[in-house]
């Protein structure tokens, strides 16, 4: 189960940041979507919203909401420069306690830096490096020049996962192994950790437009583990 969220935030986390490239891809083709996509919600077993994207009409990512018993808790506005890069997040706490939080982004040649402000120098920061094809090929996250988290990532053509790795403090070796369905979706996860290693098989179902709807991921016992529901907005 640890492994299983880890792996779930460390997606989410690239997801969260891929778009800051000045490369080909849009934030919708860096995901995988396919047509105009202007929203994409994720749906809990009763059918609420657990998360929500919002794109405008070139693919970029706007706003991004998480919701807690279908009920928003928080979200992110995404700024973008004249030239369409990613200079800044602000984060939104529905809670009034909280206030709001920023995020800047620095492009550097090698790749991205985020650091939070205005805490400064306590807050860790984040490099993620990109191939020529705009795909990220790592992840670091430093604090006090300790690396807490580094997954690196390989690919099969210029397009879709081949291979993720993980190391740190504050997460678990892994090695992972995917083989992808035409569509460029994993259906076969093989993971080893401390010298054990699992495979899982995942199938979807898909719109007309190519885009998952529904994945049921099951383990090496043939039970259904990981079943998750999507549901996409298009722009006419």
Known sequence: MRNHITLLLIFFTASLFAQSVPK????????????????????????????QNEYDTKGLLQKQTAYSYG???????????????????????????????????????????????????????VIEEFDNHGN???HTIFKNKEVLTKVTYEYAGVDFYSRMTTEGSMID???????????????????????????????????????????VTTSEDGKPAIIESRSIEYYP
């Open 24 to 51: 080909i891809k849009t934030d919708l083709q860096r995901n995988n979507l396919k047509g105009k996509v202007k929203s994409l919600s994720i749906l809990d077993h009763e059918g609420n919203i657990s998360s």
């Open 71 to 125: 009920i928003p808790n928080n979200y992110t506005i995404y700024q973008y420069s004249s030239k369409g890069q990613l200079n800044m997040l602000v984060f939104h706490f529905e809670y009034e306690d909280l206030p709001k939080d920023h995020v800047t982004i620095e492009i550097t040649p090698k790749g991205i830096t985020r650091k939070h402000i205005p805490e400064g120098n306590s807050d860790p920061t």
């Open 173 to 215: 070796n892994l090695d992972i192994l995917f083989e992808n369905d035409s569509h460029g979706n994993p259906i076969v996860m093989t993971t080893t950790v401390a010298g054990k290693t699992t495979k899982s098989h995942t199938t979807y179902t898909y719109d007309t437009q190519g885009n998952w709807k529904k994945s």
């Open 136 to 138: 990220q090929v790592s």
